[in-house]
């Protein structure tokens, strides 16, 4: 079955051939509802098994029993029961959306199946490793028969940038800011679509929590695969190269004007007075994520609690030296495994207002919680969570 | 008055309101699994439902999971009676793919130039399995 589903998505692709792969990353395994826990029992129940390395993207409740999950029986027992059969497949166990930081690094230049769309923009565009961007069910399809369709982003030719998005206008302290990359990825998203594009006029790497906010914001705001950024990803050394030698079809010049758009549209709620909640991570917090958390929320209790979502592997570490402890005596709610807008762990609430520093949380909540949204740095997250208002520092 | 499409993924024929939609939509996160109402806030057809409408997609962004959500649509039975793409939709149609590997009837999906879209907004549309799109009248209820 695996096989067929393959050979007829290589079909309806145009593919002329299949590849192997090196590796996968499912996203299959969320519950969305019975008939996916029915696929996957139908994939065991075959016998199939994983013939690559294959990790997991997030299900829909918190095995590590951090956090309370409001699923309710039926759902519930099928959500678990949907997990477990991709285990039987023989997935490893990662259940995060961030499985590059979590060991799951394809050398560069390789062939994987990858779905999740921020794994994938990461993986094409961070690490220079090749995957299209797998739907649920073709992830898994290709880990059991380790093979691919040979199209798309697996071809050097549609690898090349075809346009310049120049962000050389926007004032300095904008860009050396934590926001800039969600608020510019956002709005690369929505202006490229799924074209490739190279972004120029960014000085210095940014580091990789923030290529993973641009990417995560990208490929939900559009249908971003594979973006470049000139002088800091893998096979743009300079805008040159990344165009290929060939004449840009289009440069998007942004200004100031369209940044501040981007951002404000990524708020959803009218003017407040309050907050509810708080939620980051999305994709799901670093280490490094978690080292700046503790930084900003220096020891305060809050009034509001902050949703905290990751995956075990950065888990592990915050339990090592009593951490994540000393966060949840802060008021913060660590999650493992899973995500709020994934699965219901918010509090049910009728004009509720969720405030988040990410831009693919500011994407979806509304339409998954029933939250209103407020857009703002992790600063201002912290310093509102604390005080129980919307706190927003302007910037420079 | 009529056209004939390429097929896409083969499946039962049907009709329905045509539902034109205005702008890309990610079906996880834009589309409720539950019901098939357009959940996403920022679409400008949000509350719209396409259970039981000849869907006109100008095109899909966001999530690879629109697969899963398309799937559980139509095995719950609140799928669109048929899906008009302007191109084909690698993650969106495995849905439909993997549905019928499970042996669940599926809604037809074809392909047909969006700029043909507009034709078809407020009418009642018939699809055929062969590919066939035609008109029936007005939508009674638009």
Redesign the interface.
Known sequence: ?AM??VA??AA??GAPRLIPIASAHI??A?Y?????T??AE?LVEGGARVAVRSTLNVGALDLMGCSRVRLEEPQRSMARRMMEAYRKLGCEQSWTCAPYQAGHRPAFGSDVAW???NA?VFCNSVLGART????????IACAISGRAPDFGLHLQANRRASLVFDVSALPRPFLASEIAWPVLGSLY?REV?NAVGVVTGVEKNPGEDALKAFGAAA?????VGLFHIAGVTPEAPDAEMALGGVEAEVTIRVTPEMARQAQA?LS?AESTDHIDAVAIGSPHLSLAEFDTLERLLAGRRLSVPIHACTGRHVLVELDRDGRRKALEALGVVVIADTCV?VTPILPERVDGVLMTNSGKFA??A???TGYAVLYGSLADCVESAVSGRPVFTRLG | MGTRAEI??PGASGEGPALVLSA?I?F???V???SGRI????HPQCGQSLSGKVLFLP???????????L??L???GHAPVALVLHE?D??????L???R??G?ETPVAMKLSRDAFGFFTGKQVRVGGDGEVAILGTDSAA
């Open positions: 079955m067929r589903i007829e998505s309806l692709l996203d299959g969320l969305h509802g019975d008939s996916g029915l696929f139908r779905g999740e769309s994938v299209n961007r797998y739907g649920d069910f073709l992830d998203g679509g490929a939900s705001s559009g249908a549209r959803t807008v994407q979806y509304p339409g998954n | 896409l993924v890309p990610s996880w996160g834009g409720d699994p539950k959940a996403d806030v920022r095109g899909t962004i966001g999530s690879s999971s629109a697969s899963s959500v799937m559980e139509v095995h719950a084909p690698a993650i969106l149609l495995l849905g793919i993997v549905a590997e499970m669940w």
